[in-house]
């Protein structure tokens, strides 16, 4: 059975495309058999191997967008089988193995675009264990995933981190704020007489999750770089197809969004955050593209 990487340099109907999506669903299919079988086995390694090629199917470059967001979700279902296991496996009763040695260990996947959906799907399981600080462990995955410039592979891998990290994204009010509420606070334990020590157990837990600014920060980053990927979108392919890709951006334009959707769902998110980092990266980001299309779109979700 042949693997859908590649490129293509003509126009492919959509009789091809559901060939070549059904061709690609069923090496998914059965490489995540295998996989489920090796992880029913004990056989993390084996299972890895499994995973690996199963993710190789998201290398494609000859799918049109909605083609290729059916195979995305069929993969990053599957993925959530792999995901159920480390859990059970590294955050069991017993505790015996590190994430941390994990994480490191699928860096060494040979294709960036697999080893990068491996390294979020062990990240939101590193980040549970908290062996390590979560915003480094977020930082460091917003980061890597510069790694894929590809537009449209690159795109649904952000969205796979976002939607990922989701819960673990914090949300706690920035440390002016905290200072005043810890200092009431230990007003209030001074008059009753009670012990200091659980709030300092808090500060230490607010250091290593961080705040809403730390949020901001990775979903700013995150949006961005969607942003950049989006818009180069117009210039993949011949010019007599521009309006084609103009109907594919479109549809895609809900990818770039979802990032503002998380901004705006931030508890901690003050009127102040928003004027001084969030609003002004949003208009960056509108002025520096130079693209109408994106333009206006930015310019609706500020609005709404």
């Given amino acids: 059975m042949k693997s859908l990487t590649g490129s293509s340099d003509f126009l492919i109907d959509v009789e091809k495309q559901e060939s070549l999506l059904d061709s690609a669903l069923k090496i998914v299919k059965n490489e995540s058999f295998e996989m489920k079988r090796s992880l029913d086995q004990n056989e993390l390694m084996d299972a890895l191997k499994h995973a690996v090629q199963m993710i190789c199917e998201l290398r494609t470059s000859i799918l049109m967008p909605k083609f290729y967001y059916r195979l995305y979700i069929d993969v990053t279902n599957e993925l959530q089988h792999f995901l159920t296991f480390l859990t059970d496996r590294y955050l069991g009763e017993e505790q015996k193995f590190s994430v941390a040695e994990l994480y490191e ?26 062996e390590s600080p979560s915003t480094d462990i977020l930082h460091d995955l917003v980061e890597m995933c510069r790694g894929v410039q590809h537009p449209l592979r690159g795109l649904f891998l952000r969205n796979y981190l976002l939607t990922s990290t989701k819960e673990f994204i914090p949300d706690k009010p920035p440390p002016t704020l905290s200072l005043l509420q810890n200092k009431n606070r230990n007003s209030i334990n001074e008059d009753f007489g009670e012990d200091e020590e659980e709030n300092k157990l808090e500060d230490v837990e607010e250091e290593t999750t961080g705040d809403v600014r730390d949020a901001i920060d990775f979903i700013m980053v995150n949006f961005a770089e969607m942003n950049k990927l989006w818009v180069r979108m117009q210039h ?58 994106s333009q206006e779109y930015l310019m609706e979700c500020v609005i709404q």
């Fill in 236 to 293: 993949q392919g011949p010019s007599r197809e521009s309006e084609k890709r103009e109907r594919e951006r479109r549809e895609l334009r809900i990818l770039v969004g979802t990032n503002l959707v998380r901004l705006s769902q931030l508890q901690n998110l003050e009127l102040s955050l928003y004027r001084q980092i969030v609003l002004p990266g949003i208009l960056e980001q509108s002025v520096s593209c130079r693209e109408p299309i």
């Fill in 105 to 130: 260990t699928v860096q060494y996947t040979g294709n960036i675009v697999p080893r990068l959906y491996l390294l979020i799907t062990v990240g939101v399981v590193y980040i549970k264990s908290g």
